[in-house]
């Protein structure tokens, strides 16, 4: 029933909202060209408030970040009676948290990286494990406050403890997993294709590799080996359902294929609130799957629910 009427959340008050907004504008337009009725809803501390009296038929969730994709948002959209999309509070509470997420996947077979949680400033004088390893907030997206520390660095790097860290006293460092950079969309119950992430001129997969054109070259379908390839789509849906993801999600991996062509595959982590700006992944493995961005977003919209 395109006459649905469908608030776009978008923006929020995390590291990540300059993001959300060019998201949540672009699933809005394409909305709208769908045929929907569309009020954009830039969320601020009231948003429970502007959502009761909007009452829409559908809150397509643009948010990224904490309090977005956190279950937040959701468990208030939940209490307000309004069907969302993407994931439910729980799946989302869980895939924000990167330890308790590899946590189930290693449960249920997924491969994953060496890692532990630890204090920030328990790291400021010696190595928490051999490098080369990577430090991440635990729950952030969008590479905000990763820091790569190679073999020959022979101190933890300082921005860590320092003043200048924005990102919570918690920090998960996990062994650094050489090769390829790999991404798999998952919408409903299927895995679409895998895509090659190539960051040009950047260390890793950074923010401005992911949201700033140019950073990074996408090979979509990754040429990989028909045994590798449908492994990595087993194991992002395999971690979709294990963590009890709905709508449409990315599993993220490294694969390391300098010894052998079987090599190493490692689940990084699954992303409940995937982007959908103009140099997103998933609109791109979607439309190569057959899914144009306007149909990929109705979809969603018409899977929408509460007790998600």
Request: hydrophobic share 40%.
């Amino acid at each position: 029933m395109k006459s649905k009427h469908v608030a776009v959340l978008m923006g929020g008050f995390s590291s990540e909202r300059p993001v959300s907004l060019s998201s949540g504008k672009a699933c809005a337009d394409a909305l709208e060209v769908e045929g929907y009725r569309v009020t954009r809803v830039d969320v601020t501390r009231d948003v429970g408030a502007v959502l009761a009296e909007l009452r829409p038929d559908v809150a397509f969730n643009a948010l990224h970040g904490p309090f977005g994709e956190d279950g937040t948002i959701q468990g208030i959209l939940e209490y307000l009676g309004i069907p969302y999309t993407h994931s439910g509070v729980l799946a989302s509470a869980l895939a924000m948290n990167k330890e308790r997420s590899k946590t189930i996947a290693r449960a249920v077979g997924i491969p994953v990286a060496e890692s532990k949680v630890v204090s920030r400033f328990s790291i400021r004088n010696e190595h928490p494990m051999k490098p080369p390893y990577v430090v991440k907030p635990v729950a952030e997206g969008s590479s905000f406050g990763v820091v790569i520390v190679k073999e020959d660095q022979s101190h933890p790097p300082q921005v860590i403890s320092s003043s200048e860290w924005r990102y919570g006293d918690t920090v998960m460092v996990e062994r650094y997993i050489h090769g390829r950079e790999l991404t798999c969309a998952v919408m409903g119950d299927v895995a679409l294709g895998v895509c090659e992430i190539i960051p040009t001129g950047h260390a890793f997969y950074d923010y401005d590799s992911k949201y700033v054109a140019g950073g990074s070259k996408h090979e979509c379908p990754a040429k990989l080996s028909p045994n590798i390839y449908q492994k990595i789509q087993t194991l992002a849906l395999k971690a979709h359902q294990a963590i009890g993801c709905r709508g449409v999600s990315r599993s993220d991996f490294r694969y390391d294929d300098r010894v052998s062509e079987e090599g190493e595959v490692v689940w990084l982590e699954v992303n409940t609130q995937p982007g959908m700006t103009p140099t997103s992944l998933v609109p791109e493995i979607a439309a190569q799957a057959g899914h144009p961005f306007g149909g990929l977003l109705s979809w969603m919209v018409e899977d929408a629910s509460c007790l998600r």
